[in-house]
Nanobody, 120 residues
């Protein structure tokens, strides 16, 4: 059973920074995708940043140039460095792990979520 545990959320002022971390445990194939999603009150969950095993990354337009996703394949961890933060970044952030079965069917695993609040 795969488990994801997040840490690093909190409250900061606009212009500040936070680093989110996610540790995965369990049976994890070497080829996988990791990502951070977020969900603000009254809004749908949205992709913030993603990373593949071979190092490709992608970002939501709203965070490009401000957020950086990084992963350590040996430790099964993924981080999200966020700076400078804006009030519109306020949301619950979720770590996501996607693995594929031998038939190519994707399976998603989620962390419990961590709150990020940006306000003056």
């Amino acid at each position: 059973q795969v488990q994801l545990v997040e840490s690093g959320g909190g409250s900061v002022q606009p212009g500040g920074s936070l680093r989110l971390s996610c540790a995965a445990s369990g049976s994890i194939p070497s080829i996988n995708g990791v990502a951070w999603y977020r969900q603000a009150p009254g809004k749908q969950r949205e992709l913030v940043a993603g990373s593949t095993t071979d190092g490709r990354t992608n970002y939501a337009d709203s965070v490009k140039g401000r957020f950086t996703i990084s992963r350590d394949n040996a430790k099964n961890t993924v981080s999200l460095q966020m700076a400078p933060l804006k009030p519109e970044d306020t949301a619950v952030y979720y770590c996501n792990l996607r693995i594929w079965s031998t038939e190519g069917v994707p399976h998603d695993y989620w962390g419990q979520g961590t709150q990020v609040t940006v306000s003056a």
